[in-house]
Structure formats: structure tokens, C-alpha cells
Nanobody, 120 residues
């Protein structure tokens, strides 16, 4: 089994910053792409940022220049540094990882989500 656990969410004022972390654990041989998604009330889940094992990144236009995704491959951890936060960034943020497990099995796994609320 593989588990993803997010942390770092909370309440922040507009213009503030938060750093999300997601640790993957379990029967992991390797992790390819890791990413962050978010889902606001009444909206579909959307991709925020992705990072490959080699460090290539991709962002949704609405967060470019404000959010930075990074990862520590040795710790199976992905981070999302969020700066200049706006009320429209309010959502539940989910971690996702494409995992290759020992024995040749693999799949995409999700964390339980962490709430980010941007409000004055």
C-alpha cells in the first residue's frame, strides 16, 4: 500500500504565504510525477502544479509567478510554496503521486486533502 499525507494548510490573509507538504510512504520503488490539485466548493478539482522526478515543472496559469512546486526525492516529499495568496485560492488542496511499487505494480495515489482558506 501507498499513503500520501498532506500538511501545512490553514487560514491566511490575502497577500500571505503558506507552504504545503506531502509525504509518500509505503511500498514505493520510485515516484514519477508528483502534483498538487485543488477543489473549491461547487467546483471541479483542478490541477495546480506538477513536477517530474527530474525536476521539470508545470503550473496552471492562475498561479504562475506566485506558487512554486518542489520535491525531495530522497524523502518522497513534494512541497507547494504559495505566495501572494488570493481569496480565489481558497480550496482543499490534494497531493497526487504516480508511484511504481515493488513487484512491478503501480498507480496514481491521492492524499486526504488539506484546507487552505484565504480571507481577511
Amino acid at each position: 500500500q501507498v499513503q500520501l499525507v498532506e500538511s501545512g494548510g490553514g487560514l491566511v490573509q490575502p497577500g500571505g504565504s503558506l507552504r504545503l507538504s506531502c509525504v509518500a510512504s509505503g511500498s514505493i520503488f520510485s515516484i514519477n510525477v508528483m502534483g498538487w490539485y485543488r477543489q473549491a466548493p461547487g467546483k471541479e478539482r483542478e490541477l495546480v502544479a506538477l513536477i517530474t522526478s527530474g525536476g521539470s515543472t508545470n503550473y496552471v496559469d492562475s498561479v504562475k509567478g506566485r506558487f512554486t512546486i518542489s520535491r525531495d526525492n530522497a524523502k518522497n516529499t513534494v512541497y507547494l510554496q504559495m505566495n501572494s495568496l488570493k481569496p480565489e485560492d481558497t480550496a482543499v488542496y490534494y497531493c497526487n503521486a504516480a508511484v511504481q511499487r515493488f513487484g512491478g505494480l503501480g498507480g496514481k495515489y491521492w492524499g486526504q486533502g488539506t484546507q487552505v482558506t484565504v480571507s481577511s
